[in-house]
């Protein structure tokens, strides 16, 4: 590997790594490396960067279990691993809102490397949110209370792939939505397993429910969080171009795929991981 140069993006999130080639065997350590850098950024980014799928498939190995192929999304042909995210003017995108990946599962995955493949002229950034400063942010009195609820996440947004064409007054389709993803209940304040961090657990994508409140004050007070969360101060904004790798660290971001690009196409590789073979070490 090459003399690694980090350009941090901002104090609180995100950052810009030099000096690393994908074409060459990414090596134990090299993969330390990075995986530390992960660690410390939340987010990092890789310009300019030739990455094949069995490259995508043996760095994503490197960091922990990958993901089976997706749910909902199509994967990228001969390749059931890599989620194939391609949206244009007859399929425009559906991850337009703040979300941590899949919070309705027991245990969301560690992480994602997205490689993008094309992008449009103008438009298609994606932000990413730092959950811990949020948390850091919150006045002390918030944070003790917090501290003793749970929340409950469900599908979110995926609601509207089982509502399409239902009859008014029925919802099968979007029973059986339920039944196949599920809910889960995370506490609201989290510590992240490596760096030990308190984090506010929550996103708008996912989180409908406070624990043991009746719907109006969950209501208020997810309303309250989620303002909060949306301050530019925790963000990070990056513009994409082609060839470009990004690693998050989903167990403490949260990020929001803009989708103002429309006609133009937008089509991008991407690995989710599972877990962190790295936490129990």
């Given at each position: 590997?090459?003399?690694?140069t ?17 074409s ?24 300019n960067?030739?990455?094949s ?76 949110s ?98 909060l ?27 929001y ?25």
């Amino acid at each position: 590997m090459n003399q690694i140069t980090v350009n941090k993006l901002t104090p609180k999130i995100g950052a810009e790594i030099v000096g690393l080639d994908f074409s060459e065997t990414l090596t134990d350590l090299n993969s330390d490396k990075i995986y530390n850098l992960l660690i410390e950024n939340k987010v990092i980014f890789f310009r300019n960067k030739k990455m094949s799928p069995e490259t995508h498939i043996k760095f994503a190995k490197s960091l922990g279990e990958i993901e089976p192929p997706h749910p909902v999304y199509p994967n990228v042909q001969n390749y059931p691993e890599i989620v194939l995210l391609e949206n244009n003017k007859k399929n425009p995108p559906d991850t337009d809102v703040w979300h941590t990946d899949v919070t309705f599962r027991p245990n969301p995955p560690f992480a994602s490397i997205l490689y993008s493949q094309t992008i449009p002229p103008v438009g298609g950034d994606t932000l990413w949110s730092c959950l811990t400063s949020i948390y850091e942010a919150l006045p002390n009195d918030i944070q003790i209370y917090l501290e003793k609820l749970n929340a409950v996440h469900d599908m979110g947004d995926f609601r509207n792939t089982f509502t399409k064409n239902e009859p008014l007054g029925e919802a099968a389709k979007l029973n059986k939505g339920f039944n196949k993803f599920g809910s889960s209940i995370h506490p609201i304040i989290k510590v992240h397993p490596i760096t030990k961090k308190k984090l506010l657990y929550i996103n708008p994508g996912f989180t409908n429910h406070i624990v043991g409140l009746n719907a109006s004050d969950s209501q208020n007070l997810l309303s309250y969080l989620f303002n909060l969360m949306n301050k530019p101060e925790f963000q990070v904004r990056f513009k994409w171009t082609e060839n470009t790798i990004a690693i998050w660290d989903n167990r403490c971001t949260m990020h929001y795929a803009l989708g103002d690009y429309m006609p133009y196409e937008r089509k991008m590789h991407r690995v989710t991981i599972l877990n962190d073979k790295r936490e129990k070490l």
